[in-house]
């Protein structure tokens, strides 16, 4: 990492209180050298989840693995200050992983506002993940919130089922004085559109002393509202369930001031290796209600992550350029972006001349389509419906594995 320290972030935002973000040009100093397109592949870190649910017979564990599934999607994100790299109009990432399964494309659609359009595919024909995020970003005096609008769709094929969720706000505090500090809060609904099954997570917010922060709560309920299980947990940590009886019980008895035992989660997961053997450690302890289920814990990162932007060993190889793989990516990926690539090679003078010169060109291209009356077009996705929700989405227009990357845009 760059150090931010002779860096005032306050100079920059005392002019944008309760303004959009998106269109204010931030120093480089500020960013983590990955696009914003590389930062939402990171859903993909935790995809045992998504092949868990895959292989479940009963619908009830299908809901609590893509449950679980959701919740990762934002552990990334713990301790993570740095801003990812707005994408320009036409950018695009890929990553196929043969070890983990999946293969993984995304564009940027649109750039006033900003959305990113990304579509999964098992490479066992088993699933399909697909989405458009819009980032919506204010500055509220100390803090950055951002709340990402748009809808996430996870299709188990073999089950004939579709899970449809929005991501919780997102929010960094002390942006002007004293340590950077991360939370997600708010009501994140998952449904499954073929059962009529509902999951209803709340991410707590922070509180006057810090007693909900990270906190995760709620549960999974039938098409009659029934419920059948309830969810607990840390989003920076782990996710647990139990059914709603003990759960009652339990908070009855915390109540009433009676001693519960009180084990931490390694001394569970010693007791659970069948449900712990494809996870990774956790890193911290959590108390949990005696007979929960452990859904999910967080990777561990690497030993060097805080001198990496605070970067999980899956996000530390997304901008990884390997032998020949130039010869076979679109020209548009993030990987060929110069001033990504500088930053991650310690050169901050370059990558920051480079990203002026790389979002002039992008204004002159605007400025040339507009003088001509040329509208742009998306090149990997297309505005349509979503088939489950019936809200307006971008949806995956198909070919780019096919790699005809003739008629790509220059926009480096």
Not at 181 to 188: D, K
Not at 272 to 283: F, G, H, K, L, S
Not at 385 to 393: F, H, I, K, L
């Amino acid at each position: 990492m760059f150090s931010r320290s002779d860096f005032s972030v306050w100079s920059i935002l005392k002019k944008c209180i309760g303004l959009e973000l998106s269109k204010i040009t931030m120093p480089i100093v500020f960013n983590e050298p990955l696009s914003f397109l590389q930062r939402i592949t990171e859903y993909m870190e935790h995809i045992y989840l998504i092949n868990r649910a895959c292989s479940h017979a009963d619908p009830l564990e299908r809901m609590q693995a893509v449950a679980a599934f959701a919740v990762s999607a934002v552990a990334s994100q713990w301790e993570r200050t740095g801003k990812p790299f707005n994408p320009l109009l036409g950018e695009t990432y890929e990553l196929t992983r043969e070890d983990l399964g999946f293969r993984f494309i995304s564009e940027q659609v649109s750039h006033h506002p900003p959305i990113s359009a990304f579509y999964s595919e098992g490479l066992n024909k088993d699933f399909v993940f697909h989405g458009s995020i819009y980032p919506k970003l204010k500055f509220w005096g100390k803090s950055i919130e951002a709340e990402p609008r748009g809808t996430i769709t996870l299709e188990l094929l073999k089950h004939n089922e579709a899970y449809t969720w929005t991501n919780p706000t997102c929010c960094v505090h002390n942006v002007i004085i004293g340590k950077l500090w991360l939370e997600q809060y708010g009501v994140v609904e998952i449904v499954n559109h073929s059962t009529g099954d509902k999951c209803v997570l709340n991410f707590k917010p922070c509180g006057l002393f810090g007693k909900e922060l990270h906190r995760v709560e709620g549960y999974i309920q039938d098409k009659h509202r029934k419920k059948l299980c309830v969810i607990y947990g840390k989003w920076t940590e782990c996710l647990w369930c139990t059914d709603p009886t003990t759960y009652e019980t339990y908070k009855k008895s915390e109540k009433r001031g009676g001693e519960q035992k009180k084990k931490s989660s390694e001394e569970v997961i010693k007791s659970e290796n069948d449900e712990a053997d494809d996870m990774p450690e956790v890193q911290d302890t959590v108390h949990f209600i005696p007979g929960s289920k452990l859904l999910w814990r967080i990777n561990c990162r690497p030993p060097n992550s805080s001198q990496m932007y605070n970067f999980t060993s899956f996000a530390v190889s997304l901008n990884e350029l390997e032998k020949g793989m130039e010869a076979i990516l679109a020209p548009t990926d993030c990987r060929l972006r110069p001033d990504i690539r500088n930053m991650e090679n310690g050169n901050m003078d370059v990558a920051s001349k480079e990203k002026e010169r790389l979002e002039e060109k992008q204004r002159a291209a605007r400025k040339e389509r507009a003088k001509d009356e040329v509208e742009w077009h998306t090149r990997w996705f297309h505005q349509g419906t979503n088939p489950y929700t019936g809200t307006s989405d971008w949806l995956y227009s198909g070919g780019y594995f096919d790699r005809n990357f003739s008629d790509c845009p220059d926009i480096y």
